[in-house]
């Protein structure tokens, strides 16, 4: 399990997250809080919280399965748009895949939308053509992280 996965289990059903190096604290307003050590492994509950609603069961099963994922896998895979260099383009023109066709053009559209790819892994980058990633060595494309978002579900 991801990081961002557990968080947003944790903060769907009203709760608050916070991670530090050694531990993961989760407070149940008014009722303490529960904290998880990344070390150890071990999960506190304060001694007045009652763990029998459906979703602190369901934040507890997260804990537990997150605690047995081994750290390099936590945090998900970076994802990147591949865009012209400003000097090059006055906008700022993101490359796009055609997905069914295996084609790349620029657009100004960001996002990914059926069909068209214009958020990539590096992995996908890695196999990108020789000459888009010949681009990217010689700066004429460069390669900007997206910020992954993190939907709330209602």
Do not use: W
Request: aromatic letters at 10%; charged letters at 30%; proline letters at 2%.
């Amino acid at each position: 399990m991801k990081t961002s996965e557990l968080k947003q289990i944790v903060e769907e059903h009203g709760y608050t997250f916070q991670k530090t190096d050694q531990f993961i604290f989760i407070s149940f307003y008014g009722l303490g809080k529960m904290q998880l050590d990344l070390q150890n492994h071990s999960i506190t509950v304060d001694k007045n919280t009652i763990l029998v609603t459906p979703c602190i069961k369901k934040i507890m099963v997260a804990l537990i399965e997150y605690s047995l994922t081994p750290r390099s896998e936590r945090e998900d895979e970076k994802k990147y748009r591949i865009i012209m260099d400003s000097t090059i383009s006055k906008d700022t023109d993101c490359l796009t895949l055609i997905v069914n066709k295996n084609t790349y053009y620029f657009s100004a559209f960001k996002n990914n939308a059926e069909g068209f790819q214009r958020i990539f892994t590096q992995q996908e980058i890695d196999n990108f053509p020789e000459e888009i990633k010949g681009a990217i060595e010689c700066g004429f494309l460069r390669k900007v992280e997206v910020e992954r978002k993190i939907i709330k579900k209602r």
